[in-house]
């Protein structure tokens, strides 16, 4: 495939770290076509969010129709959603232009603890969207929340949540652990066929981590309509978010958790040409 679109359904954060303008610029340093459909507004900065202004149903519905009955859309990220009105418009739209590879991560609550879904949308969450995408990526807490279960904090009872989300109708789980203790930090991918791979890669000593979960799964999105299949997506995508985070600390963005540099090897170039 010469070029790739990919489309971000997602909340704007202003700080440009996370939400939708991670995505784009994700997609864009990874070589694809970004585009965007809107769910929320927010007023939010490194320090935190102070405020939520929610797109209404129908005008996420409307930008999705415009858009899918237009652009040929190869992979699609689900970020923030908001409430359970947008989540039943995006269901809807993906009923019915079926688009190939959506990952969904289930934005519930941002780093610095504002919540960013409402918890009476978990539920729609849980039963349209996580059944209809091909891939989920939670983090501890959030598959959690997704269970109504406690947190867990060992990769074997990581193993046994991933599988109970697949009970919930999920086609792959990717089980985020970087919420353990230790030098080091473990997803699992599990498959419905019982098939689990193991991603390990090392913590990288920054505070700069806001938007980590936004990158990757963008990543994942962008690299699956190119790759050979989901172990190959993830392994790379989760490649350039380390590099990304060891390269945080080059830029000066915010007084709080800053974001990971999205463009390390395009602003690398220009240095290596000369």
């Given at each position: 495939m010469s070029s790739c679109n990919i489309l971000s359904i997602a909340g704007s954060d202003p700080s440009g770290g996370a939400g939708i303008q991670a995505d784009l610029k994700t997609f864009s340093a990874l070589g694809g076509y970004g585009m965007a459909v809107i769910t929320a507004l927010t007023a939010q900065s490194t320090t935190g969010v102070t405020a939520v202004h929610e797109v209404p149903g129908h005008f996420v519905a409307a930008q999705l129709e415009t858009l899918l009955g237009d652009v040929r859309v190869d992979a699609v990220k689900i970020g923030m959603l908001a409430n359970a009105e947008v989540v039943e418009a995006v269901a809807d739209a993906l009923d019915r232009h079926a688009p190939p590879h959506v990952v969904l991560d289930p934005v519930m609550v941002a780093k610095s603890g504002d919540r960013l879904l409402a918890p009476e949308a978990i539920e729609a969450v849980r039963t349209r969207l996580v059944p209809r995408v091909d891939l989920i990526t939670p983090n501890l807490p959030e598959a959690a929340e997704l269970l109504g279960e406690e947190e867990r904090h060992d990769l074997s009872s990581m193993r046994e949540q991933a599988e109970r989300l697949l009970a919930l109708g999920a086609r792959r789980v990717l089980l985020k652990g970087g919420h353990l203790q230790g030098e080091s930090s473990t997803d699992l991918l599990v498959a419905p066929d019982g098939r689990v791979?193991?991603?390990?890669?090392?913590?990288?000593a920054t505070r700069n981590t806001h938007g980590t979960g936004c990158t990757l799964s963008s990543a994942i999105a962008a690299l699956?309509?190119?790759?050979?299949?989901?172990?190959?997506?993830?392994r790379d995508a989760k490649d350039y978010l380390t590099e990304a985070l060891r390269r945080a600390d080059d830029l000066d963005v915010g007084r709080g958790k800053g974001p990971t540099h999205h463009f390390h090897a395009w602003w690398d170039a220009p240095r290596r040409r000369g």
């Open positions: 791979a193991t991603f390990t890669a090392e913590r990288v699956l309509p190119r790759r050979r299949d989901y172990d190959d997506a993830v």
